[in-house]
T-cell receptor, first 115, second 116 residues
């Protein structure tokens, strides 16, 4: 079974500062993918970034980067130069197992950006 | 990018009635769609996997007779909440996978169901 753990229910960050949202995972599969989604108060789920278990480089997408530490089973999201529009819930998710397409989600972290 | 349209975005119904929620992939074909449920301030919980042309696969604890899923075409899956009760009030959100094994799930905007 797969498990995603996000230990930070809420985080605050000053505008223009960087923030790290923690995510650890547990799976017995060797091949897996890790995803981060943003959910604003309106409810839609916005895909941010993906990291494959065999990817040697940390994924980056604009202001988002993923600090992937495979031995520690962590996949932290780093948001640089925070903006007010970054205030939202952030979910870490994992897809694991051959032929599996569903995602297992963590409990989420509510990020609040302070002006 | 891949777009998933979900309708309606918000619905209020009376106890005992049924509500149908539609999920469409607009610019790609989705052989598999997923239905999630989200309670306030909680994470997304997978309800069922919807497969085009075959029966849906339900997660443990999800009543298949209550949450009817139909995936009649490569671009449309529907979730019908039958004989709705107030405890069915929740945020329901569908998703579809893009092409490629590493593709993310693309989500609809969700449906907020309130049963009175």
């Amino acid at each position: 079974a797969q498990k995603i753990t996000q230990t930070q229910p809420g985080m605050f960050v000053q505008e223009k500062e960087a923030v790290t949202l923690d995510c650890t995972y547990d799976t017995s599969d060797q091949s897996y993918g890790l995803f981060w989604y943003k959910q604003p108060s309106s409810g839609e789920m916005i895909f941010l970034i993906y990291q494959g278990s065999y990817d040697e480089q940390n994924a980056t997408e604009g202001r988002y980067s993923l600090n992937f530490q495979k031995a520690r089973k962590s996949a932290n999201l780093v948001i640089s130069a925070s903006q007010l529009g970054d205030s939202a819930m952030y979910f870490c998710a994992m897809r694991a197992g051959a032929g599996s397409y569903q995602l297992t989600f963590g409990k989420g972290t509510k990020l609040s950006v302070i002006p | 990018g891949a777009v998933v349209s979900q309708h309606p975005s918000r619905v209020i119904c009376k106890s005992g009635t049924s509500v149908k929620i539609e999920c469409r992939s607009l610019d790609f074909q989705a052989t598999t769609m997923f239905w999630y449920r989200q309670f306030p301030k909680q994470s997304l919980m997978l309800m069922a996997t919807s497969n085009e042309g075959s029966k849906a696969t339900y997660e443990q604890g999800v009543e298949k007779d209550k949450f009817l899923i139909n995936h009649a075409s490569l671009t449309l899956s529907t979730l019908t909440v039958t004989s709705a009760h107030p405890e069915d009030s929740s945020f329901y959100i569908c998703s579809a996978m893009g092409t490629g094994v590493n593709s993310p799930l693309h989500f609809g905007n969700g449906t907020r169901l309130t049963v009175t």
